[in-house]
């Protein structure tokens, strides 16, 4: 079910290039690392989630790259974009093999299921 995304046609023209640019330096830095790792948790200070997300990768031996964009009292802006860009609410964010996965509940599912396996077996 694709979710929706309002149509460019909507936006005015006046405000098309802030829309499209906004915060586009963090969007492009987690693409840039989702296309260069087969695993990829981006996370925030103070969240316990995305510790647990690395930690279950560390005990499972899967290689991982960490992204971290400020606190709760920080970044939230620029994290924001990238809640935009993906539709996630939430972080972590965890990509495998360019597909977002979800979060930390979402990943160990996959793992404790074996998928996250498979997934990265291809």
């Given amino acids: 079910m694709p979710r929706p995304v309002l149509e460019e046609s909507r936006i005015h023209p006046a405000v098309r290039e802030r829309v499209a640019s906004h915060h586009r330096d963090i ?5 840039t690392a989702v296309r260069a790792h087969a695993v990829v948790v981006v996370g925030m ?10 930690r279950l990768l560390q005990d499972a ?3 991982h790259h960490h992204l971290e964009y400020g606190g709760y009292l920080s970044q939230w802006r620029r994290r924001n974009a990238l809640k ?4 996630w609410p939430t972080f972590p964010m965890i990509f495998v093999r360019g597909v977002l ?18 997934m990265l077996q291809g």
């Avoid at 969007?27 to 693409?31: C, G, K, L, W």
């Avoid at 200070?45 to 690395?54: D, I, L, S, Y």
């Avoid at 996965?101 to 498979?118: F, N, V």
């Fill in 27 to 31: 969007v492009e830095e987690v693409e």
């Fill in 45 to 54: 200070q103070g969240n316990p989630f995305p510790r647990k997300a690395r």
């Fill in 61 to 63: 031996g899967i290689a």
């Fill in 84 to 87: 935009m860009w993906t539709g």
């Fill in 101 to 118: 996965a979800g979060g930390y509940e979402d990943l160990k599912a996959l793992h404790d299921s074996g998928e996250l396996a498979r």
